[in-house]
């Protein structure tokens, strides 16, 4: 376990006591517990956003698509039609 030093100017430093008292009854640990969970929020967030983007430039590539016998098809209905 690691330890970090920062300085938070006084609105973010209230903001994140006010969290720690709602969240934590303002127990020991609880400003570690909170930006623990806010760190993994961000990588959610983070990898969320790559799934999207992949997702999204998969179907401007054509994927999707389903093949079958050379012919493409977007819709599984389309193939029995």
Not at 15 to 41: F, T
Not at 51 to 79: C, H, S, W
Request: hydrophobic content about 30%; charged content about 40%; cysteine-free.
């Amino acid at each position: 376990m690691g330890k970090i030093i920062i300085s938070l100017d006084d609105r973010h430093e209230e903001s994140l006591r006010e969290i720690v008292e709602k969240y934590h009854s303002g127990k020991r640990g609880g400003i570690k517990k909170v930006i623990e969970s806010s760190i993994d929020n961000l990588l959610k967030n983070i990898e969320r956003e790559r799934a999207v983007k992949r997702q999204k430039m998969l179907m401007k590539n054509g994927a999707g698509y389903r093949t079958i016998g050379g012919k493409a098809y977007r819709k599984r209905e389309d193939i029995y039609v």
